[in-house]
Antibody, heavy 120, light 107 residues
Framework: EVQLVESGGIVVRPGGSLRLSCAAS????????MHWVRQVPGKGLEWVSL????????SFADSVKGRFTISRDNNKNSLDLQMNSLRTEDTAFYYC?????????????WGQGTLVTVSS | EIVMTQSPATLSVSPGERATLSCRAS??????LAWYQQKPGQAPRLLIY???TRATGIPARFSGSGSGTEFTLTISSLQSEDFAIYYC?????????FGGGTKVEIK
């Protein structure tokens, strides 16, 4: 059974930093691209970032480019999102999502999400 | 960036009736289109990929159609568990983009 478990969401002040993690199990982690997708409570879904199976390619939404970095450890089946220079508009649930492919496509499994609140 | 537009924003349907949801892309995405269902307090769940292929375990009452810029998700006979928000997503180009969602509510 595929499981994705996010952690690290807390309340942080504007301008602060935070690192989210996602622990993956139930599939061959290093065969797939992984993503972060976020959702402001009560609003729609926004893709944030992806990292290909070997970390060879990363991509970011314009809204987070230059502030967020994504990384993965295929030995530990883990995915991270380093979030710097946080803004109030970064407040959202952050979901870790597995891609269906080794490059990028659609999201066939999702974690339950972790809430990041950016507030003074 | 490809903009995805879903309509209507809210659809009121009686149980047992048919629901038809639309998704339009600002440029062609071929059939690189997925649909997701999200219930309150839950993560999204994949329903359809490749515009028309049901994901594993998805009931046959869910069907997808379309290509290019116009897509449809049809729920043939709404069950109580189908009342939720539905999102389309294109994966033809980066950045990956979602529609704003259609809420299917009980009439």
């Amino acid at each position: 059974e595929v499981q994705l478990v996010e952690s690290g969401g807390i309340v942080v002040r504007p301008g602060g930093s935070l690192r989210l993690s996602c622990a993956a199990s139930g599939f061959t982690f290093d065969d797939y691209t992984m993503h972060w997708v976020r959702q402001v409570p009560g609003k729609g879904l926004e893709w944030v970032s992806l990292i290909t199976w070997n970390g060879g390619r990363t991509s970011f939404a314009d809204s987070v480019k230059g502030r967020f970095t994504i990384s993965r450890d295929n030995n530990k089946n883990s995915l991270d999102l380093q979030m710097n220079s946080l803004r109030t508009e970064d407040t959202a649930f952050y979901y870790c999502a597995k891609d269906s492919r080794s490059n990028w496509g659609y999201f066939d499994y999702w974690g339950q999400g972790t809430l990041v609140t950016v507030s003074s | 960036e490809i903009v995805m537009t879903q309509s209507p924003a809210t659809l009121s349907v009686s149980p047992g009736e048919r629901a038809t949801l639309s998704c339009r892309a600002s440029q062609s995405v071929s059939i690189s289109l997925a649909w997701y269902q999200q219930k309150p307090g839950q993560a999204p769940r994949l329903l359809i990929y490749g515009a028309s292929t049901r994901a594993t375990g998805i009931p046959a009452r869910f069907s997808g159609s379309g290509s290019g810029t116009e897509f449809t998700l049809t729920i043939s006979s709404l069950q109580s568990e189908d009342f939720a928000i539905y999102y389309c997503q294109q994966y033809h180009n980066s950045p990956l983009t979602f529609g704003g969602g259609t809420k299917v509510e009980i009439k």
